[in-house]
């Protein structure tokens, strides 16, 4: 249950960190500063891989911990 837990807290923590980011790129795009524009977007596209794994494991840990029924058994 704590794996889960942890999961979540990562996939939020995630979610305020791309929010952040996302201001942050528009800023410098808006004031022309077109290296800090790319530095960031590397860093969301490292962030969005790291979401991207959190979730695969969150979403196995989630529907692996549910009982499997089989057909033909009540």
């Not at 980011?21 to 962030?47: D, N």
Request: hydrophobic letters at 45%; glycine letters at 6%; a positive charge.
């Amino acid at each position: 249950m704590a794996k889960k837990h942890l999961y979540t807290l990562v996939l939020l923590v995630s979610v305020a960190v791309h929010v952040v980011l996302l201001q942050w790129t528009i800023e410098a795009y808006l004031g022309h500063e077109w290296t800090r524009v790319y530095t960031l977007t590397l860093i969301a596209a490292g962030t969005t891989l790291a979401t991207a794994a959190c979730t695969i494991g969150w979403y196995r840990a989630e529907y692996r911990a549910a009982p499997r029924h089989q057909e033909g058994s009540r």
